[in-house]
C-alpha cells in the first residue's frame, strides 16, 4: 500500500492509491544470487552497511544544501563512495529495499536494518518521497553514477508531489538511461520465480479487483479506517484453506475455491488486498503459506504505522488493536473438510499463538520512528512499550558511551520506573516485571551509584502493593538492588533501602516486606558486609551499623576466618571493627567466654585480647579454671603482647589472683609476666612457690620462675628466702636441686647489685631490642650459635630441626615441618654430648623455621641449658 494524506492533518485521516500496478521490468542481474557467494561475518557487515546508508544519506541532504562544486559536497560525495563501494566489493553486489520507512538489505536480512540515530528511517523516507522502491549498487558502478544519483534525487525531491510508483517505475529508469547510468539500478527487481498458486492468487484478484474505473485514477482515495482493514484480513484468511487444500486437490478446484472466497468480498476490498500484493509481492521460491503470513503482517503494519503517527491509535491501544485483528484473522480461517482436524488454517493457527502476537507488537515498536519511540518512552504510557524493545534501546543507548545518550537512558528508565504510582494493578505489575529485566541495564547506567529516586519509588510501591504477584516482582527488584549498592560498595544506599524495610509495620500484611530485610543481608551480602569491613582501607562508617543489626552471625564470620592460616593480618581490622561497634558486640564476646564450644572460646579470647583486654581479664577470673590448658595458654599469650602493654599491670595483678587454677604448662609464662610487670602484690606467694611451699606449684621449673621473678622485681623481702635457698644444706648435700639454686643466686645477685650480677642480668634480663611483633616478648636475651645444635622433634610434627639461637626462654628451630602457632612439642637438644629435653610451645612462625617458648623442662634440664647459654653469653 502506498499511503498518501489528502485532509487536514488535525482530521487525522489517511489516504491510499488502491490499484493494480502491474510488476516492475525485470531487472539486470546486477546482483548475483546469494548462494553463489560467501558474505563475510554478519555483525561486522552489517555494520558497514550501516556506516555506509549513513554516508549516502549525508550524501543526498549535502546535495540539497550546497552546490555540486561545493567543498561539503565534494567531502561527501568521496566519503559515500568509498564505503559504498567497500561494502559493495565484499557482498559482489548491493540491494537495498524500502519497506515501511525502514531500510532491507535482502543479502544480510528480511528484518529491517537497525537504526538507534533514526537517520535510516530520514533516508527511507527520502527514498519513498523520491519514488525509490529499491535500489541496487553493481560492482562496476562509479563515484561519477553516484554524483548522478544524488542530482537525480535532489531533483526528484524539489518536485511539488509525490510520484506514484507507476511514475516511479517509468520515471527513474529513463533518468538513468538518459544519463548513461549503468551500474545503479531503481526499482528494479531481481529475477525470482512466482508459485504457482501465488500466480493464481494474483490473477484472480485482478480479474475481481483490477478492472474498475478507479484503476486509472490519479486522484487518492480515502481508506474507510479500520472496517476495510478488517474486510481485507478477513477475505486473506478466508483464502488461505483453499490454497491448503490446493495440494490435494486438482486445479480447478482449487481456483473454483478461491474465486467462491472472493465472490463473498466486496470489489473494494479486493483491490485493497491487491494493492497489497503489488507492494509487498512474493519472494524467490515463497511458499503460498509464509507469504500470506507475511502480507496479513504488512496490511496490519501499514495501517497500524500511520495511525500512530497521527494520534488516532494510542500508546496503550496497540495491544489490544493486534489481538482484535488477529481475532479477526482466527475467526475467519477457520474451515472444514478432509484435512480440517484442526478447524484453523496454518495463518489462522499462527495468529492464534500469543508468542507469535507478541512478536509483532515487539516489531511494531521497534520499527516505529525514533522521533514518536522517544516521545512514548518519555511520556506517561512508556509502560505500553514492550519491554524487550525498551532493552534494547536502552542498551543502544547505553553502548554509544557519550553523555548525553546516556543521559537520555537514565531519564527513559527513571519515567519507567514512576508508572508505579498507576492505578492500575497491570500497569504496575508490567513494571515491575520490566525492571527486573532491565536490572544488568540499570548496572551499566549506573556503575557508581544506584539513583535514591529508583530505589526510594519501588520501596514505596512496595509497602502499597496488595497483588501478590507484583509486590513478588517488587521484592525481587529490590532485592537486586541491595545486591548491586552492596557489591559496588554503595553502603549507604543499602542502608537507607534497609532502614526503610525495617520501618514497615510488623504485622501479616507486611510479612513480605520482613521477609525482604532478612533476604538482604542473605549469606553472600553478608559475607560481602564482614569482607568490606575488613578491607585494609579506611572504615566505612556506615559497615558497622549495618553489621551491628546481627552480631551473632558476625562473630561466627569473624570466628571462621580467624581459623585460616593467615588470621593473625586479620586481627587489627576486626579490632577496629568490635570496638567501632562497641557494646553488642563485646558483650556478646564475654559472654562466650563461658562456652563449651572450643573454636568459639578461641575466637572470643584472641578478639577480646585486641579490641578490650579489660574485658578478657574480667572473664579470666571466671573462665580460666574450665578452660584446658592451651586455651589458657592462649589468653596469657594475648595478653601479654607488647599491644598490651597499657594493661599489662592489670593483667599480672589478675594472674597472681588466678595462679593456682592456672595449668602447670601455663603458669611460668604468667609469673614471668608478673614479674616484668612487676607487681609486688604478688611478692609474698611468689616467696612461697619459690620456698616450695605453696599447696599446689611446687613444680622446680615453676619455683625457679617465681625466684627469676622476685629477682626482677628487686624485692628486698625475699633476700633472705634466696640466701638459704643458695646455701641451705641437709648434712653434705645441698637441700636444693643445682638449678634452683643457680637460679636463686642470680637473682640474689640482683637483688644486692653485685658484679656477678652482669652475667644473671644479661641472661634473663628483656632484651632491649626486642620484636614487638612476636605473639609473646622475649623475657630472656637470645644467644646466637656459631655452630647450630641438632634437635629432635618428638609428637605428631616428629622430625629433625637445627637450633640457630637460643635463650634461657626458648629457641629459634629451623625445621622444615609447618608447625602452627599454639602447637605443643617436645624437643631434645643436643649439645655435645650432653641433651636437653623440654616442653615447648610454638610461639611465631618465620620463613626459615618457628619460634618457641620453653615451658617446662627437668632441673638437670634446666642448669644445663644455663651452662650452655652462659658459655655463648657476650656481655
Sequence with gaps: MVLRAVLPVDQRRRAIRLKAEPLAPEAPKLVEPIAAQHPPQAEPMLVEVIRALRALHMLLRSAR???????????????????????????????????????????????????VRGDLYTLANDFRRAGIHNLIFAPKFHVGELDTLAQLAKASLLKSGQPTKQEALAWWPAKLQEHRVEGIAINAQTERKVDTVLASLVAALVAYGGHSPRETAEAPIEIPEIDDLIASLRLLARLTPPLEAARGISPEEAARAIHAAMEEASRETVRLLLGAVTQYPPREGERPQPYLLRLSESLIFEFLGPEFSAGTLTPNGVRPMFHRLAEVLVTAGGYTGPHASAHLSSLAATWAMDTHREKLIEKFWLELPP???????????????????????????????????????????????????????????????GLNELSPIIESLWPNQVPEDLSRGTLKALEKETTPETAALLAAFLEHLGRVAVTRGDFLGFETILDALEKAPHDIAHDHISALAHRLVAQDRWLLLVDAALANRALDPVLPRLLQRDPERLLDRLTLLLTEPRSAEFLPAMARLIRTIGVPALNLLETRLYEARRQRVSAAIKLLAVADPDRLLRG??????????????LAVSELARPANAASAQSSAFVFSAVLADAHPLVVPMMIDQIGLAQEVSAVPQLMEIAA???????????????????????????????RSLATKREGLAYAEPSGLRAAAEDALALLEDRPASARARAAFAAAASSNGSFIVPRRYMRVPLESPLRAQIDGSQAGLARVRTISLGGAYLESPKKLNVGDSIQLEVRSGLRKIHFTAVVRNIGAEGNGVEFVHMKDE???KLRKLVQRHLHF
Design 65 to 115: 544544501l550546497y552546490d555540486r562544486q561545493h567543498p561539503r559536497m565534494l567531502q561527501s560525495l568521496d566519503a559515500a563512495y568509498e564505503l559504498l563501494r567497500s561494502v559493495v566489493a565484499n557482498t559482489n553486489g548491493l540491494e537495498i529495499r524500502v519497506e515501511r520507512s525502514s531500510l532491507v538489505v535482502p543479502k544480510l536480512n528480511e528484518a529491517p536494518l537497525p537504526d
Design 371 to 433: 522521533r514518536e519511540k522517544s516521545a512514548v518512552q518519555r511520556g506517561t504510557d512508556v509502560w505500553c512499550v514492550p519491554i524487550v524493545v525498551l532493552k534494547q534501546n536502552l542498551a543502544q543507548l547505553a553502548a554509544m558511551g557519550a553523555d548525553a545518550p546516556r543521559r537520555e537512558a537514565r531519564s527513559i528508565l527513571l519515567n519507567y520506573a514512576r508508572r508505579f504510582d498507576s492505578t492500575h494493578a497491570a500497569t504496575r505489575r508490567i513494571v515491575a516485571a
Design 620 to 633: 579470666l577470673t571466671r573462665a580460666l579454671a574450665s578452660w584446658e590448658w592451651n586455651l589458657q595458654d
Design 692 to 722: 616450695g611451699e605453696h599447696d599446689l606449684l611446687r613444680d622446680q621449673f615453676v619455683r625457679i620462675k617465681a625466684i627469676e621473678a622476685l629477682g626482677r622485681m628487686r624485692a628486698q623481702d625475699a633476700a633472705e628466702l634466696l
Design 861 to 863: 634440664d634446666r642448669e
